[in-house]
Nanobody, 121 residues
Framework: QVQLVESGGGLVQPGGSLRLSCAVSGSTFSRNAMAWYRQVPGNQRALVAGISSEGSTKYADSVKGRFTISRDNAKNTVYLQMNSLKPEDTADYYC???????????????WGRGTQVTVSS
């Protein structure tokens, strides 16, 4: 079965940077699109960024220009580089495999544990 293991979260000051990693096993990684989602207490999980098997990317308006999603097929890993972090970026961050080729909004696999990002001075 597919396993998703997120890492790289932590506490950072506003304006700082973090790089999240998601290690994927049990899937033909190079043929899958991948996506990052985030959730704060009391809210639904929301799409942050997605990357296709060909390497094309999409971003939520709230992070466009600040976050960059990338993938390393040799390592079966997807990354989220987060720059110019804001307090409103505080959330638990999760990766997943999108269910459909035409949208990144619907995840396919059970959620991993996620990694917590806190942006505060």
């Amino acid at each position: 079965q597919v396993q998703l293991v997120e890492s790289g979260g932590g506490l950072v000051q506003p304006g700082g940077s973090l790089r999240l990693s998601c290690a994927v096993s049990g899937s033909t990684f190079s043929r899958n699109a991948m996506a990052w989602y985030r959730q704060v207490p009391g809210n639904q999980r929301a799409l942050v960024a997605g990357i296709s098997s060909e390497g094309s990317t999409k971003y939520a308006d709230s992070v466009k220009g600040r976050f960059t999603i990338s993938r390393d097929n040799a390592k079966n890993t997807v990354y989220l580089q987060m720059n110019s972090l804001k307090p409103e970026d505080t959330a638990d961050y999760y990766c997943n495999i999108p269910r459909y080729s035409f949208t990144y909004n619907v995840p396919r696999e059970p959620w991993g544990r996620g990694t917590q990002v806190t942006v505060s001075s």
